[in-house]
């Protein structure tokens, strides 16, 4: 199965794609990588996966066709400093810092990413593109 290249890409379009950690991802090109929803040890965040043509050691995801332009920019999908305050969040006990690293939109990307994660049917095709 051919896949597409990044040169037919579009900027924040949203992908299936086959990866290692997901099967949807938002093309970020400043990047060369699809944002994607991920889940590990019960903690769910955004990730990045390099287009397979970008690294010969690092390029894990083959987008397989369009799915829609998404709802963020590249300002969403940076990290910002902030404090609990300005996040809205309680400070926690156990935390000895009072500024920390955030997506800003990173719920809300999160619930559109799990949406077309539950979509598509098939996970991973048996044998990658």
Same mark, same amino acid.
């Given at each position: 199965?051919?896949?597409?290249?990044?040169?037919?890409?579009?900027?924040?379009?949203?992908?299936?794609?086959? /990866?290692?950690?997901?099967?949807?991802?938002?093309?970020?090109? &400043?990047?060369?990588?699809f944002?994607?929803y991920?889940?590990? *040890?019960?903690?769910?965040?955004? *990730?990045?996966?390099?287009h397979?043509?970008? =690294?010969?050691?690092?390029?894990? /995801?083959?987008?397989?066709?369009?799915?829609? @332009? =998404?709802? *963020?920019? /590249?300002?969403?999908?940076?990290?910002?400093?902030?404090?609990?305050?300005?996040?809205?969040?309680?400070?926690?006990k156990?935390?000895h810092?009072?500024? *920390?690293?955030?997506?800003? @939109? &990173? @719920?809300?990307?999160?619930?559109?990413? @799990?949406?077309?994660?539950?979509?598509?049917?098939?996970?991973?095709?048996?044998?990658?593109?």
């Amino acid at each position: 199965m051919d896949y597409l290249k990044v040169e037919e890409l579009k900027p924040y379009y949203t992908y299936r794609i086959h /990866a290692r950690n997901g099967r949807v991802g938002i093309w970020r090109p &400043e990047k060369g990588d699809f944002l994607l929803y991920r889940v590990k *040890f019960n903690d769910h965040y955004t *990730f990045g996966e390099y287009h397979w043509d970008l =690294s010969d050691s690092f390029g894990t /995801a083959k987008p397989l066709e369009e799915l829609e @332009k =998404s709802p *963020f920019t /590249a300002e969403d999908m940076e990290y910002v400093e902030t404090t609990w305050e300005e996040a809205g969040l309680d400070k926690p006990k156990w935390a000895h810092y009072d500024k *920390f690293i955030r997506r800003p @939109k &990173e @719920k809300e990307m999160l619930k559109y990413l @799990k949406k077309w994660e539950d979509k598509i049917s098939d996970p991973h095709p048996k044998e990658a593109p």
